[in-house]
């Protein structure tokens, strides 16, 4: 009868974390199948079980592979004893990763199979004839010192190939713990390279222990968490790991990470530089190649030369800046040097070095590297000190992709690609970099950076006009596309409301620019097609406003007059027309949540809708986004024709669906979400109340809350929605039935009420 394999107790123990967990379950793992080993090699000397990769550092976690070879001498008999080994394991539930080699048969295929050759780096014993796996050992180390010339450049490119599939752990949301660039992969990519050139243990320091260990550790209770093999730190798993590790929450625990990430990625790109460097391997560059006085390249770094001017204040943003228009790499050589022998600017800066940074930043994206590594070595910070509580910062929703300092760092790099748009291009790239500087103090972040930035760029430089500027920024950086998709930009209410915020032409092109670049920088739900047309059109009209001061003539162009025409004509009609539905009609009240709720079972997301009705015709105008591809144009004619003549049961088929499709088309998700809210707005528009509703984003919402204000009796003119993630903020222009604003409070905290019954309504229906 095979030994059992006990894991309960040991998976239970909670103050068993990290490497002190992988080491004890590798143990227990061990003991089981050397018992099993023992039970059916029957004291053979030929034979050997060896453990190989993860299982071979001892690094098993609760969700590991079991990688195990059987090692036998050249002609061994082994068929019956591998199968009698394999079977209890499987039957266990374990993933077992398996071979059956002979020590010859295990070199030949390390010698053309790259991830064989790095398994075998951590092969151990478990059970069986200990000298038959040290000799296999000890020859597939020789073997990869005397080969590794010819393994490292396919090192070098599944290594980038790696990070340019999973990103980097340190900036994202949802890093992957071992595969991401900065990951545990990287750590072992480190080893590696240090078997195969020993010199490397001291070229390259060896400073991710803790890093490792910190990283190893999440990875632990990630798979203790949710019973599965992932490696991915979804955000809904981020506050159970940040819990079973004793973290007070879980932004200091993917702080951590990030920190940690950081660590291991540099050491991981300073090893690559010692490889290339190293003459062991046919990479080297005779020479550094000259660049300007004091400084050159070599092997794609920058380095000081002989002779250079370490006494020059500039000395620092001339390297930075030279590298980042270069695309050069910051070795770990010349920020040492920098970092411990070069002066410190004086302030404030003289306008060589404002030229120098603003210089550095319109390098754009080849930027964010030479930053980083300034970061790494506390230099950034010299230069701005209210940087230091942003580095390694999460923004734990699903909006944000990067930490709060890469999403600066990309935001200005976006800004450097749309230069052309402004007549200050330097001015809006340190803006961009300076934008959410906020994010790592207590408080508002937009408040507390307007607090912070005049004591940043006067200390750049900067004289007071241009303080003014990169306040103004940072004051007014959400207010396009607030405006823009919660508001009617037809309005011309709302364009001189804009204009008057805004001030000037200068800050309006810096603050469009700025909105794009921040927005792309957030992520993919943060910027479309649609928004990006919505802001360019609230920029062009708030022009027009700051250029005339006239804004008589315009008009939000609806209806249209072909749009006159179809009502005129009197006919009842629904037009698709691409991303836009048109339905005209016989004037009828509350009509445009049951089209919503149709448009919502066809699969159609509504982005905007505009109401309009006049000598007894109506028209409604949406603009959609298509859920799941095309849409059948009859048939949603023929349910809207349904839903406004009462024949379609627009909620219960809604509910179905949501118990149906809803959780594979959008998963259920824990996901940090806007916190549900209800305010009113009598200011920005003279004719009507704005309505505006934050909560979970789910099928059917337009739908729901446009029910919710019809029965209270409101015609709604226009709505706006505007996705965020996993949240919606919708709002809506209504009016009472005699077409005028609410403004009694009574009424107001009816429709309140009947919003939030809706939204909780649609909770327990879900």
């Known amino acids: 009868m095979a030994p059992v394999l006990d894991r309960h107790e040991l998976f239970a123990d909670r103050s068993l974390v990290g490497t002190v967990f992988c080491r004890a379950y590798s143990r227990r793992v061990d003991e089981w199948l050397a018992a099993m080993f023992d039970e059916v ?19 098993l976690s609760p969700q590991s592979d079991i990688d195990v070879m059987l090692l ?3 002609g061994a008999d082994v068929g019956d004893l591998a199968t009698t080994l394999w079977y209890p394991i499987w039957d266990e539930g374990l993933k077992l990763g398996h071979s059956v080699r002979s020590p010859r048969e295990a070199l030949s295929l390390a010698a053309t199979d790259l991830e064989t050759a790095t398994s075998m780096l951590s092969l151990r014993h478990v059970a069986g004839d200990k000298a038959l796996v040290r000799k296999l050992r000890d020859a597939a180390a020789a073997q990869w010192v005397r080969k590794a010339k010819r393994w490292l450049p396919t090192m070098f490119e ?5 990070h340019e599939e999973f990103g980097e752990l340190a900036f994202l949301l949802e890093p992957d713990l071992k595969s991401s660039e900065g990951g545990l992969r990287d750590a072992h990519v480190l080893s590696w390279l240090a078997a195969a050139d020993s010199r490397l243990h001291t070229e390259v320091p060896d400073t991710s222990s803790h890093a490792y260990e910190v990283l190893l550790a999440a990875r632990v209770e990630l798979h203790r968490s949710t019973n599965r093999l992932s490696n991915v730190m979804l955000l809904e798993e981020q506050d159970a790991v940040a819990a079973a590790l004793h973290y007070d929450d879980a932004d200091l625990l993917m702080a951590d990470i990030a920190a940690s990430a950081r660590e291991i990625a540099w050491t991981a790109g300073e090893a690559w530089r010692a490889v290339s460097s190293s003459r062991s391997f046919p990479f080297r560059s005779p020479k550094p190649r000259v660049l300007t006085a004091g400084l050159g390249e070599l092997d794609g770094s920058i380095v000081l030369l002989e002779g250079v001017d370490l006494d020059d204040p500039l000395l620092t943003l001339r390297v930075v800046e030279l590298a980042a228009r270069n695309a050069l790499v910051l070795p770990r050589a010349t920020l040492e040097r920098l970092a411990f022998e070069a ?5 404030p800066w003289p306008d060589e070095a404002r030229r ?3 210089d550095t930043l319109l390098a754009g994206h080849q930027a964010i590297p030479v930053l980083e590594s300034l970061d790494h070595f506390g230099l950034l910070h010299r230069l701005v000190p209210e940087w230091e509580p942003n580095r390694s910062r999460p923004q734990r929703n699903a909006y944000h992709r990067f930490t709060v300092d890469r999403h600066l760092l990309e935001t200005a790099a976006q800004a ?3 230069v052309d748009r402004v007549s200050r291009p330097g001015l809006l790239v340190v803006g961009a970099l300076l934008h959410d500087i906020g994010k790592g103090y207590p408080g508002d972040h937009t408040e507390v950076g307007i607090e912070m930035i005049p004591t940043i760029a006067r200390r750049m430089g900067y004289p007071d006009d241009d303080v003014a500027l990169l306040v103004d920024m940072c004051r007014h950086h959400l207010l396009l596309p607030d405006v823009a998709t919660r508001r009617d930009i037809g309005d011309p209410d709302i364009i001189v409301w804009v204009a008057d915020q805004v001030g000037s032409i200068t800050t309006l092109e810096l603050l469009g620019a700025l909105t794009e670049a921040d927005s792309i920088a957030t992520g993919p739900s943060a910027w479309s097609r649609w928004k990006a047309g919505l802001v360019r059109s609230l920029v062009d009209r708030t022009r027009l406003a700051l250029d005339s001061g006239d804004v008589s003539t315009l008009t939000s162009g609806f209806p249209s007059s072909e749009q006159l025409a179809l009502m005129a004509a009197g006919e009842r009609q629904v037009i698709v027309d691409a991303d836009t539905i048109t339905v005209v009609m016989p004037d009828a009240h509350a009509s445009l949540w049951r089209v919503a709720g149709t448009l919502a079972l066809h699969g159609l997301d509504v982005l905007q809708a505009d109401v309009h009705s006049e000598d007894g015709m109506g028209i409604e105008v949406y603009r959609v986004e298509a859920i799941f591809g095309a849409v059948d144009a009859d048939q949603l004619t023929h349910d809207v024709w ?5 024949r379609l049961a627009v909620f219960a088929r809604l509910d179905e669906r949501v118990r149906v499709y809803e959780p594979a088309v959008r998963k259920e998700s824990t996901r940090p979400t806007l916190p549900t809210s209800v305010s009113f707005d009598n200011v920005s528009s003279t004719t009507a109340t704005v309505v505006e509703v934050a909560a979970a984003d789910s099928l059917g919402l337009l739908c729901r809350l446009a029910h919710a204000l019809s029965e209270q009796g409101l ?11 996993e949240s919606a903020v919708d709002s809506f222009y209504v009016t009472d039935i005699h077409g005028n604003k609410i403004t009694d409070a009574e009424h107001l905290e009816e429709i309140r009420t009947s919003i939030e019954h809706s939204l909780q309504r649609r909770e327990s229906r879900s």
């Open 41 to 59: 090699a029957r004291g053979r000397t030929d034979v050997a079980l060896a453990a190989v990769g993860g299982y071979g550092r001892a690094e």
């Open 72 to 74: 036998h001498e050249k």
């Open 158 to 162: 599944r290594f980038q190939q790696r």
């Open 343 to 347: 002066v410190p600017l004086t302030e």
């Open 356 to 358: 120098l940074f603003e």
């Open 416 to 418: 450097a690609l749309v």
């Open 642 to 646: 349904r839903a406004l003549d009462g």
């Open 715 to 725: 015609d709604i003119s226009r709505s706006r929605v505007q996705t965020l993630g």
